[in-house]
């Protein structure tokens, strides 16, 4: 079982940046996971947002590509998830995931962590 705790979400105007984070633990080799995050604004479905292999390829959400960069480190077991130019519609409860597949990241990882809320105000 592999356990995702997330951190560094909270309170940010339009335009700022925030940098979320993703610690994982558990019993399988997680450096060779695929992470990746997520995201649920209020009245809204989970829709992903990125996701990196392993080897650190990466794959965006078409509302993020050239805002987001998420990246790991593999040897702190850690994904990140960099936002720039923020929006209100970037409010949400941003979730960690993680999945042996790539195939599987953008519609039904298996392993999900707590959230983090992430606002921001116009």
């Known amino acids: 079982q592999v356990q995702l705790v997330e951190s560094g979400g909270g309170l940010v105007q339009a335009g700022d940046s925030l940098r979320l984070s993703c610690a994982a633990s558990?019993?399988?080799?997680?450096?060779?996971?695929?992470m990746g995050w997520f995201r649920q604004a209020p009245g809204k479905e989970r829709e992903f947002v990125a996701w990196?292999?392993?080897?650190?390829?990466?794959y965006y959400a078409d509302s993020v590509k050239g805002r987001f960069t998420i990246s790991r480190d593999n040897a702190k077991n850690t994904v990140y998830l960099q936002m720039t130019s923020l929006k209100p519609e970037d409010m949400a409860v941003y979730y960690c995931a993680s999945d042996p597949s790539t195939a599987r990241m953008r519609t039904g990882p298996v392993y999900w962590g707590q959230g983090t809320q992430v606002t921001v105000s116009s």
């Open positions: 990196i292999s392993w080897d650190g390829i990466t």
């Open positions: 558990g019993g399988r080799t997680i450096s060779r996971l695929v």
